[in-house]
């Protein structure tokens, strides 16, 4: 399967994004589906992840509170809002996806098999 993350920006602290992370050639409702971001010269970190039918998701502690995210399996389409953003979640944003029988954290990069081109989003104060 093949993806395609989309919907980054350059906007100011305290706005919104919403970034989607879409499928082709695959069916991702077959997935789990992560988001991660990477800043400049840090380590690719755990954002948020979605169960494959949508009823379990898990938000990285930075996140909860101000961040969703949510899957439209019909749109081969999983979404992730942004609220309240602040400086330092300025980053390349990246969605992943994990074959569900695979044990390995949701929270891990090395637990996907599948990772999209990322988006770049930049916070400005």
């Known amino acids: 399967v093949q993806l395609q993350a989309s919907g980054g920006g350059l906007v100011q602290a305290g706005d919104s994004l919403r970034l989607s992370c879409t499928a082709s050639g695959g069916t991702i409702s077959s997935y789990s589906v992560g988001w991660f971001r990477q800043a400049p010269g840090k380590d690719r970190e755990f954002v948020a992840a979605?169960?494959?039918?949508?009823?379990?998701?898990h938000l990285a502690d930075s996140m909860k509170g101000r961040s969703t995210i949510s899957r439209d399996n019909a749109e081969n389409t999983i979404y992730l809002h942004l609220n309240g953003l602040k400086l330092e979640d300025t980053g390349v944003y990246y969605c992943?996806?994990?074959?569900?029988?695979?044990?390995?954290?949701?929270?891990?990069?090395?637990?996907?098999?599948?990772w999209g081109q990322g988006t770049q989003v930049t916070v400005s104060s």
């Open positions: 979605i169960s494959r039918k949508g009823g379990a998701t």
């Open positions: 992943a996806a994990k074959y569900p029988n695979n044990s390995v954290s949701l929270a891990l990069p090395s637990g996907y098999a599948f």
